[in-house]
């Protein structure tokens, strides 16, 4: 771990305004290419979305629900046989080669991330899961299931124009999930391993397996938010079936997890699902009646590598 990279601590860091959170020329254009947030006071509403999703499914292509890109397995850069280098690894040559969508909720500080990014080569996307979003970040179709409806969003807007690594963060710049480096969110991402993200298409930002792993059925440690929602493991078979249309029969009998919903994937491993599959789960979101806001992020936390195709149970070595 001595090789590892340490940031300089963002802890005294003073919140900006909105306006200066986003101050590039591409993220302005970006923003303004957002779909309109419907006006909170119309009794027309009928729906939590920014759009409604049923706009966003006509919309898909009959080739997106046929094909499905299969991941080459392959490295594009040689790899040194004595491994990794975990110093200022820099795969990637400019900031259109990786993006940072970040999901915030009020009050916390995401000027971070677009400091972070001028120095690593990403390009950040910050959702705001407010009632009341502040000027200057993106909107989410749904604010059901806490980082999960911003995730699905960028993933549905932006599905054709996704770059090679996506990563999935939350907006506060320290948190307890963060296991590399501190707590420092900046510290993890300083010392993301793209070889491993190419390699396997999918890799969760944390490393310890607890909780979650090896099975998240029969977890080791249960807390007691895990007795609360027992129910929803009890239902998955249900479950499975509506979010990803499995059949109850070929439901995996375990599932291994690592915490805590912050990870980066691959274009191509976001792609071998078509965009449909992605709004469905946001609808299911939004629309089920099955458990309360909380359950539903904890629910899709244990999900996600599922959902991009890995092995149901993750084994952390």
Same mark, same amino acid.
């Given at each position: 771990?001595?090789?590892?990279?340490?940031?300089?601590?963002?802890?005294?860091?003073?919140?900006?305004?909105?306006?200066?959170?986003? #101050?590039?020329?591409?993220?302005?254009?970006?923003?303004?290419?957002?779909?309109?947030?419907?006006?909170?006071?119309?009794?027309? *509403?009928?729906?939590?979305?920014?759009?409604?999703?049923? %706009?966003? !499914?006509?919309?898909?292509? &009959?080739?997106?629900?046929?094909?499905?890109?299969?991941?080459?397995?392959?490295?594009?850069?040689?790899? #040194?046989?004595?491994?990794?280098?975990?110093?200022?690894?820099?795969? /990637?040559?400019?900031?259109?080669?990786?993006?940072?969508?970040?999901?915030?909720?009020?009050?916390?500080?995401?000027?971070?991330? &677009?400091?972070?990014?001028?120095?690593?080569?990403?390009?950040?996307? $910050?959702?705001?899961?407010?009632?009341?979003?502040?000027?200057?970040?993106?909107?989410?179709? %749904?604010?059901?299931? +806490?980082?999960? &409806?911003?995730?699905?969003?960028? *993933? *549905?807007?932006?599905?054709?124009?996704?770059?090679? @690594?996506?990563? @999935?963060? /939350?907006?506060?710049?320290? =948190?307890? +999930?963060?296991?590399?480096?501190?707590?420092?969110?900046?510290?993890?991402?300083?010392?993301?391993?793209?070889?491993?993200?190419? $390699?396997?298409?999918?890799?969760?930002?944390?490393?310890?397996?607890?909780?979650?792993?090896?099975?998240? $059925?029969?977890?080791?440690?249960?807390?007691?938010?895990?007795?609360?929602? =027992?129910?929803?493991?009890?239902?998955?078979?249900? $479950?499975?079936?509506?979010?990803?249309?499995?059949?109850? &029969?070929?439901?995996?009998?375990? *599932?291994? +997890?690592?915490?805590?919903?912050?990870?980066?994937?691959?274009?191509?491993?976001?792609?071998?699902?078509?965009?449909?599959?992605?709004?469905?789960?946001?609808?299911?979101?939004? !629309?089920?009646?099955?458990?309360?806001?909380?359950?539903?992020?904890?629910?899709?936390?244990?999900?996600?590598?599922?959902?991009?195709?890995?092995?149901?149970?993750?084994?952390?070595?």
């Amino acid at each position: 771990m001595q090789n590892l990279v340490y940031l300089p601590d963002d802890s005294q860091l003073v919140s900006k305004s909105p306006e200066l959170e986003y #101050s590039s020329s591409e993220q302005q254009q970006q923003q303004q290419q957002q779909p309109e947030v419907e006006d909170a006071n119309s009794e027309e *509403i009928t729906s939590p979305y920014k759009i409604p999703l049923s %706009a966003l !499914t006509s919309s898909a292509s &009959s080739s997106q629900e046929d094909e499905r890109t299969e991941v080459s397995g392959t490295l594009d850069f040689l790899v #040194s046989e004595q491994g990794f280098s975990r110093v200022k690894n820099y795969p /990637h040559e400019t900031a259109s080669d990786v993006t940072i969508v970040a999901a915030k909720a009020k009050p916390e500080y995401t000027g971070w991330i &677009s400091e972070f990014c001028e120095e690593y080569q990403c390009t950040p996307y $910050i959702y705001s899961l407010d009632e009341k979003p502040e000027e200057g970040f993106m909107v989410p179709y %749904a604010r059901k299931g +806490h980082e999960a &409806s911003a995730y699905l969003s960028y *993933i *549905i807007d932006y599905y054709d124009e996704l770059r090679p @690594f996506t990563i @999935f963060i /939350h907006g506060r710049p320290e =948190q307890w +999930h963060n296991d590399v480096g501190g707590p420092s969110t900046r510290n993890v991402l300083a010392n993301l391993r793209y070889e491993a993200v190419s $390699i396997n298409g999918y890799v969760n930002l944390r490393c310890t397996n607890r909780p979650g792993c090896p099975s998240t $059925i029969f977890q080791a440690y249960p807390v007691t938010v895990d007795f609360d929602y =027992q129910y929803l493991i009890d239902q998955l078979p249900q $479950i499975f079936n509506d979010l990803l249309g499995m059949d109850p &029969s070929d439901v995996p009998s375990d *599932i291994g +997890h690592q915490c805590c919903a912050q990870f980066a994937v691959t274009k191509e491993k976001i792609q071998e699902r078509p965009r449909s599959d992605y709004i469905r789960i946001l609808e299911w979101i939004a !629309t089920t009646d099955m458990t309360d806001n909380y359950g539903i992020g904890w629910l899709i936390e244990k999900l996600w590598h599922v959902i991009f195709g890995m092995p149901a149970v993750q084994y952390v070595y």
